[in-house]
């Protein structure tokens, strides 16, 4: 770690919510003792098959972990980024493991990066990012991911039965409405899963199909049979957005929104969607990023300053919306979530049960990752 930030015992935590928002995951608190837990390394070194030399391939930053618990163990799959020219990075995604879910030790070399395989055009040189991973009822693991060109991102995705070795099946949406998605730009997968009193977070479907909340400019939805193959949810004839288009949104204006981003608020930039949301007796709690701009959206906050909310869905209707939290309950607050690659930056990605607590994990400032914490009785 290159984690030289001066350390309290706990850091502030946001003020209780109102019973209003008793659905929600709350009251977690940042874990200051060792916070920021991983970070950049010089540790890891392989030898890249494209460019064919050895590479440091998590010097530059580590951020924006998914989690599996697994044998006893928490599994972080995290995106991190070497150096590469002057401004230039690439990302691929590595794992760590830990046996308390503070303290993780890395794998040398990464377990999902570009190569000269079918999908290097959409890989290559920008990598691999954000990984987000579920279990199906069989056993086997399901990774979205970013692809990155360094033009545009898609979503990708791949399966591994160990969390070593992974399949890539490439785009979600390659055979959905004629391959029309497929050059759009798609991220931010988090399948509805139920997370068992296990730790383990396996898929789970909803009136025979699979559904996925996605998207990093307003919040839409996908269904599948197979955890490969998605297709987006469109709206109906007539219907229209409950927003004015911004962003990337417009080149899909066809796609049914259901979590839109709210002017005048915290997430009035975008919004963008967090760990596999959970289904639970009372709907589907989505856990969602959102970026803001001052300009129209919450004055109180920096611009581009990136906090986290929570909203209920249906959860015999995964399209249809019933809560919203009304303000953000994770912020940046400490100086390695303030300051580093995007200043004013907390983006929650991976959500574990792991030894009678919930464990968030969360890149900073697209820079490190950290670990906020409570029971889960």
Known sequence: MSCNEKRGQLAATPPAAPAADSWALLNLTKVDSVNPLMGPSTVGRFTDPILKQPVLWEEKDVFNPAVVVKDGKIYMLYRAENVVGKFSKTSRIGLATSTDGLHFTRRKEPVLHPANDAHKKYEWPGGTEDPRVVESAD?????????????????????SRDLL???????????????????????????????????????????????????????????????????????????????????????????????????????????????????????????????????????????????????????????KLLKRMDTFFMRPELPYETTGQINQVVFLEGLARFKGQWFMYYGTADSKIAVAVRSAD
């Open 139 to 159: 056993g086997t693991y399901y990774m979205t991911y970013t692809a990155y060109d360094g033009d545009k991102a898609r979503m990708h995705v791949a399966s």
């Open 165 to 319: 070795t992974w399949t890539k099946y490439g785009n979600v949406f390659s055979q959905a409405a004629g391959g029309k998605y497929v050059d759009k730009w798609s991220k931010s997968g988090s399948i509805v899963s139920r997370y068992l009193a296990d730790g383990r977070i396996v898929a789970t479907k909803i009136n025979g199909k699979y559904w996925m909340y996605w998207g990093d400019a307003q919040i839409w939805l996908a269904t599948s049979d197979d955890l490969i193959h998605w297709t987006p949810v469109e709206m109906a004839a007539g219907e229209k957005p409950p927003v004015p288009l911004r962003a990337h949104a417009l080149t899909m204006p066809t796609l049914k929104i259901v979590l839109p981003t709210r002017a005048g608020k915290f997430d009035s930039d975008l919004v963008e969607p967090g760990p596999p949301a959970m289904l639970t007796d009372q709907g589907i709690r989505l856990i969602y990023n959102s970026r803001n701009e001052p300009s129209f959206g919450d004055k109180s906050l920096p611009v581009g300053t990136y906090t986290a909310a929570q909203a209920l869905f249906d959860k015999n209707d995964p399209t």
